[in-house]
């Protein structure tokens, strides 16, 4: 990878073979493959996380557009009980295992005949600190669903949405990938590290017809809040409802950006954060 100066001072990377040399040098498709809300009348979504919460409120809007979709979780009550709702297809998945993810999209392919859209979304939080409750049991967990689970998924998906010439990929981070997280600082590195994939694998696909865009809620009304959504209530900060987050990734879906991570606040219009640039050398 090489870099080149920006006319802000700063630096960007650039040219070389980036971070995906390895999956080939085959040449771009002469029309990538736009994915956008007016456009997924048979096209095919993989969502992880996919039973509940956020990943319930994309699939249904997805569906609501005509789109076929692949719910993946590990809670197979829900995930099989939307598919039926949505005439989907439900696979067990624990997007912490390699093989998982590569079975969810080979399910897709299978079933569908191509990959257009993943969105990869499965998370938790860690329930440990770094002091005396350090659990090494639950970093582990954390940071395997968290950010293997992103980089297992966009490693399974590429190949296919090459196949299907280009197509999209959206990763939940959060806003705790932007901002520290005193209370779960485990949940914050690993958001940390799914923007900064995020930012990295926009720029490197983008030549190949495949868009990355990031997702950054605040405290939205999920089952991940758990008991801390009476403590935000009792500190009267308000809570999204995940109405709020599908709308946000219905804008970033139509936008024409790539590596960008897209804040979702309560009162705020969403929009990609803008990061500042780090200095350059002086030369």
Partial sequence: ???????????????????????????PAEAFN?????RLEGRV?????????????????????????????????????????????YVHCDVSRLEDNEAAVATAVERYGRLDLAFLNAGITS???LGEDFDIRRYRLAMGVNLDGVVFGAHAAIPALLAAGGGTIVATASMAGIVGI??????AANKHAVV???????????????????????FADTAILGEGREMLRQLGFPILEVSAVVETFVQLLDSEGTGECWFVIPGRES????FRRAPGPRV
């Fill in 1 to 27: 990878m090489t870099t080149e100066k920006t006319g802000t001072g700063g630096w960007s990377a650039g040219g070389g073979g980036g971070l995906l040399s390895g999956l080939g040098t085959e040449s």
């Fill in 34 to 38: 736009v994915v956008r809300s007016d």
């Fill in 45 to 89: 979504a993989l969502v992880t996380g996919g039973g509940n919460g956020i990943g319930a409120g994309v699939a249904r809007r997805l569906a609501e557009g005509g789109a076929r979709l692949v719910l993946a979780d590990v809670d197979d009550a829900a995930g099989e009980k939307l598919a039926d709702e949505l005439d989907a297809t």
């Fill in 127 to 129: 329930g440990c600190g």
């Fill in 182 to 187: 005193p209370s779960d600082p485990i949940y």
């Fill in 196 to 218: 900064g994939l995020v930012r990295s694998l926009g720029q490197d696909l983008q030549p190949r017809g495949i868009r990355v865009q990031g997702l950054c809620p605040s």
């Fill in 271 to 274: 929009q990609p954060f803008s």
